[in-house]
């Protein structure tokens, strides 16, 4: 089991991005899904997560400017970022949690990140 995230890239203050998170492998369900990043010379944070069901939380940073959400069907999860600023930039991460595959359930899969960087 693989998680790719995608979709960074270079955008102005006030700009947007969607990111995807894709989960490849055998896997037969997934459990919470979450977005990560790490801004340089800091910790990396949560920024959004989302239950198998679809219940949502979002970092006090990003409210009301990022949505996270997924598809069940395709094991893919997204993050569409609306009126970025500067302080966004940082390498964004995927994670899943309780990735239910043959004969066990993974936890705590991470991806490799996407790069975000927001300047003028």
């Known amino acids: 089991v693989q998680l790719q995230a995608s979709g960074g890239g270079s955008v102005q203050p006030g700009g947007s991005l969607r990111l995807s998170c894709a989960a490849s492998?055998?896997?037969?369900?997934?459990?919470?899904m979450t977005w990560y990043r790490q801004a340089p010379g800091k910790q990396r944070e949560l920024v959004a997560t989302i239950t198998n069901d679809g219940s949502t939380a979002y970092a006090d940073s990003v409210k009301g400017r990022f949505t996270i959400s997924r598809t069940n069907a395709k094991n893919t999860m997204y993050l569409q970022m609306n009126s970025l600023k500067p302080e966004d930039t940082a390498v964004y991460f995927c994670n899943g949690d309780a990735i239910r595959t043959s004969g066990r359930i993974l936890t705590d899969v991470w991806g490799l990140g996407t790069q975000v960087t927001v300047s003028s």
């Open positions: 492998g055998t896997i037969f369900s997934i459990g919470a």
